[in-house]
């Protein structure tokens, strides 16, 4: 197991659109390595998504999930996706981002959405998401097409420092 560098805003990696990863990549020792440090990564630091140009591979890839008896998004491999949302409900709330540090804001994201994805055995997988679920997976979705959750925010009002959220903000979430 390692524990991969985050690249933090600034860094071009997170700018750039990441290319289609061939699926006959997916079953090779070093893929399935580079999955397994990300889930390290994304655990070492207390995400909830992270995405591979977050680790320096600019490929089409994402992990995501929280362990725990409160889980609502369940360990998972997203290779190639493709989002499309259900309906037009546009749910507005907090986001954060391991490439942005000790900052959150409040971003508006389709309330649900359909994925068609890989999985890490490079079977297609389709699925819908709504919520919370839906929210990580738009975010992370974005980062693949070089995308910063700031670009998505319709003001910079609600741009936080993690202390003040906690202060001002957390328990107050609607
Ligand atoms: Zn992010």
């Known amino acids: 197991m390692s524990i991969l560098?985050?690249?933090?805003?600034?860094?071009?990696?997170?700018?750039q659109a990441t290319?289609?990863?061939?699926?006959?990549?997916?079953?090779?020792?070093e893929f399935q390595r580079l999955i397994d440090n990300m889930f390290d990564t994304m655990?070492?630091?207390?995400?909830?998504?992270?995405?591979?140009?977050q680790v320096h591979e600019g490929i089409r890839m994402f992990v995501a999930g929280v362990a725990g008896p409160d889980t609502v998004l369940s360990p998972i491999v997203i290779i190639n996706?493709?989002?499309?949302?259900i309906?037009?409900?546009?749910?507005?709330?907090?986001?954060?981002?391991?490439?942005?540090?000790d900052v959150r804001g409040r971003v508006p994201r389709a309330a649900e959405i359909r994925v068609r994805a890989l999985d890490r055995k490079g079977q297609q997988q389709?699925?819908?998401?709504n919520g919370f679920p839906a929210r990580v997976m738009q975010h992370e979705t974005d980062h693949l097409d070089g995308v910063l959750f700031l670009d998505r925010m319709k003001s910079f009002?609600?741009?936080?420092?993690?202390?003040?959220?906690?202060?001002?903000?957390?328990?107050?979430?609607?």
Do not use: N, Q
């Not at 996706?81 to 949302?85: C, D």
């Open 126 to 129: 389709t699925m819908t998401a």
């Open 43 to 53: 655990l070492e630091y207390e995400g909830i998504g992270l995405a591979a140009p």
């Open 81 to 85: 996706p493709e989002i499309e949302p």
């Open 5 to 15: 560098k985050v690249a933090r805003m600034g860094h071009p990696v997170l700018r």
């Open 157 to 174: 009002e609600s741009l936080t420092f993690i202390e003040e959220y906690g202060r001002y903000w957390e328990k107050s979430d609607s």
């Open 87 to 101: 309906g037009t409900r546009i749910d507005e709330d907090w986001e954060g981002c391991l490439s942005i540090p």
């Open 19 to 29: 290319p289609l990863v061939d699926p006959s990549e997916i079953s090779k020792p």
